[in-house]
């Protein structure tokens, strides 16, 4: 696990950009995994700066996103293929049919999720997964205990994620989806490079943990000790407890 602390979210983010641009210029039809909340806007608006100012080309990547709520339908303002339309794609060359996220209303949700994980297979494999991480812990929606074993499922989120989220949902918990379909643990590991951004003090504990704990399901993010090529990108603050 390579650990890079910046002095800010910025920078690292910055940085975080340099590694997916490298691969897309060595490889045009990367497959890249991508991951929504927070803390990934900064290195999707270094990614747009660098489409749109140094012509940095995604017409022939593919994507695939970590998860999905279930019941929220794609043009919720809370859905993330909503998420992911408005802070990326709609502002790169990509093409919308090359992106993939997981389909929170699928009738038949085991299906969809054999048939995501046989999408990535199809496509080659992720070349590159981004990640953010839960002050939990959790990766994806990979909650605690997870098996560092599973594939896409379908996953209920625990309260403290479920509290965390609600200030996205008018500060209601009732209003946030209790359940996901998330990419699994084995799936993220076998993605060939993974990076891993955190920002801030409330994420410090789980980095450190993460970072130097003991590799353990109830730190679902400390498996990536075992990762053949993981990065990780910290803040100051995210690392004050290193
Ligand atoms: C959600 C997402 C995770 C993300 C986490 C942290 O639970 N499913 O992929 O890493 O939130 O979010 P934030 O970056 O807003 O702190």
């Known amino acids: 696990m390579e650990l890079i602390i910046k002095d800010n979210g910025q920078v690292a983010s910055e940085a975080a950009a340099r590694v997916v641009a490298r691969l897309v210029h060595e490889k045009p039809n990367a ?88 999408a990535i297979v199809d496509a080659g494999g992720i070349d590159l997964q981004v990640l953010g991480i839960g002050s939990d812990g959790h990766v994806g929606f990979n909650e605690p205990t997870s098996s560092f074993a599973s594939r896409t499922r379908i996953k209920t989120l625990t309260r403290q994620t479920v509290a965390d989220n609600a200030r996205f949902f008018e500060n209601d918990e009732s209003r946030v989806p209790h359940h996901c379909i998330t990419m699994g643990i084995g799936t993220i590991m076998d993605a060939r490079m993974n990076i891993m951004l955190a920002f801030g003090e409330n994420k410090a504990e789980a980095v450190a943990a993460t970072v130097e704990g003991p590799v353990a399901s109830i730190m679902p993010a400390s498996i990536l000790q075992h990762h053949a090529n993981a990065k990780v990108f910290i803040d100051e603050a995210a690392a004050s407890q290193l």
Request: aromatic share 10%.
């Open 31 to 118: 497959v890249i995994g991508l991951a929504t909340g927070s803390t990934p806007l900064m290195l999707y608006r270094e990614l747009i700066r660098l489409h749109k100012e140094e012509g940095l080309d995604f017409s022939q990547v593919t994507t695939f996103n970590l998860d999905e709520y279930i019941g929220l339908l794609p043009e919720h303002e809370q859905s993330y293929r909503r998420f992911m339309n408005e802070n990326l794609f709609e502002h790169i060359n990509i093409k919308m049919e090359n992106t993939h996220v997981p389909d929170g209303m699928a009738e038949d949700v085991p299906a969809s999720c054999a048939a995501y994980e046989q």
